[in-house]
T-cell receptor, first 114, second 112 residues
Framework: DVKVTQSSRYLVKRTGEKVFLECVQDMDHENMFWYRQDPGLGLRLIYFSYDVKMKEKGDIPEGYSVSREKKERFSLILESASTNQTSMYLC?????????????FGPGTRLTVL | GDSVTQMEGPVTLSEEAFLTINCTYTATGYPSLFWYVQYPGEGLQLLLKATKADDKGSNKGFEATYRKETTSFHLEKGSVQVSDSAVYFC???????????FGPGTSLSVIP
């Protein structure tokens, strides 16, 4: 089974801190994604990556950056955390050549910025 | 651009009731369609999918049929259980290289 793990289930940070959210997948998937999930807004794509060292902006990239130095690891960085970045963050991965681009999700990190 | 619309929740049903969650989409070409489910405290997981018109996806008693003529992919289950309480997301992907577009989610609560 595909496994996607995220470094923390819950995280509390202060305004202005630099925050790192880590995601690791163990099935040699090419694609990795970062979403945030907010009540009433569903899932919104922040960034995604189709290959090592490659990144593409999603729908809401402002205030975030990403890093993919190894195929299995995709990090989301909040350069200077703000209270409006309090949210649930979900990482996902998918196999590059699979038809239909099915995504496998991690359990999520609930981030609170005070 | 591509989009997914699904019925507003929350939906509350009694155990063994029939479930329908409506989903319609807007997309060019022939997208693949998905239903994902999110149980409390967990990430999303794929429930079922269909990759071409008239395909029926099914899993765990849930079914959905890809209707190109009505651009719909409604989720149905004949008899829901308390354990089906979750948030259900309809989604589409136009090709295997594209991003997935998610609907807003429909919360389902099943009461004994």
């Amino acid at each position: 089974d595909v496994k996607v793990t995220q470094s923390s289930r819950y995280l509390v940070k202060r305004t202005g801190e630099k925050v790192f959210l880590e995601c690791v997948q163990d099935m040699d998937h090419e694609n990795m994604f970062w979403y945030r999930q907010d009540p009433g807004l569903g899932l919104r794509l922040i960034y995604f990556s189709y290959d090592v060292k490659m990144k593409e902006k999603g729908d809401i990239p402002e205030g975030y950056s990403v890093s993919r130095e190894k195929k299995e690891r995709f990090s989301l960085i909040l350069e200077s955390a703000s209270t409006n970045q309090t949210s649930m963050y979900l990482c996902a991965s998918s196999l590059y050549r699979t038809g239909g681009n099915e995504q496998f999700f991690g359990p999520g990190t609930r981030l609170t910025v005070l | 651009g591509d989009s997914v619309t699904q019925m507003e929740g929350p939906v509350t049903l009694s155990e063994e009731a029939f479930l329908t969650i409506n989903c319609t989409y807007t997309a060019t070409g022939y997208p693949s369609l998905f239903w994902y489910v999110q149980y409390p405290g967990e990430g999303l997981q794929l429930l079922l999918k269909a990759t071409k018109a008239d395909d029926k996806g099914s899993n765990k008693g849930f079914e959905a049929t890809y209707r190109k003529e009505t651009t719909s992919f409604h989720l149905e289950k004949g008899s829901v259980q308390v354990s089906d309480s979750a948030v259900y997301f309809c989604a589409l992907s136009r090709t295997s290289y594209d991003k997935v577009i998610f609907g807003p989610g429909t919360s389902l609560s099943v009461i004994p």
